[in-house]
């Protein structure tokens, strides 16, 4: 189950990171709170800053506890930070718990590592 998440978080990863890291309105529900905390936290995380991406995420799961959002982003950020620490590290089982709560809220829940929304 463990590898199979981090396979996934992988395979998810983000791809540009110049591009914008806003999240789609979908994502999150309309709280502003939530929404300014994964967008702070997406930025933190594309610059390597996963102390800060933490925290920002952690806000948003406050904010907003019944999104699959900040549970996914705050188990990928758990997993860089364990990333090339031992294979069964704890850090590392964070990460799988924050996976699962995530896609135990939303099954269909997709990741957006800024996707940039095309102008009408």
């Given at each position: ?39 702070a936290g ?6 390597r ?14 904010a ?9 982003y ?14 069964f ?12 709560k ?19």
């Open positions: 189950m463990l590898l199979s998440a981090l396979v996934l978080a992988a395979a998810l990863s983000p791809q540009d990171a110049s591009t914008s890291g806003a999240v789609k309105s979908t994502d999150l529900p309309s709280d502003s709170a939530a929404q300014g905390a994964i967008d997406l930025a933190a995380f594309k610059k800053r996963f102390a800060a991406a933490e925290k920002d995420f952690l806000r948003a799961k406050d907003a506890p019944e999104s699959a959002a900040p549970y996914f705050l188990g990928y950020t758990y997993y860089k930070q364990a990333e090339k620490k031992r294979p590290h704890p850090d590392k089982e964070k990460a799988r718990e924050m996976f699962a995530a896609y135990s809220i939303d099954p269909g829940f997709r990741p957006v590592w800024g996707e940039r929304v095309p102008k009408s």
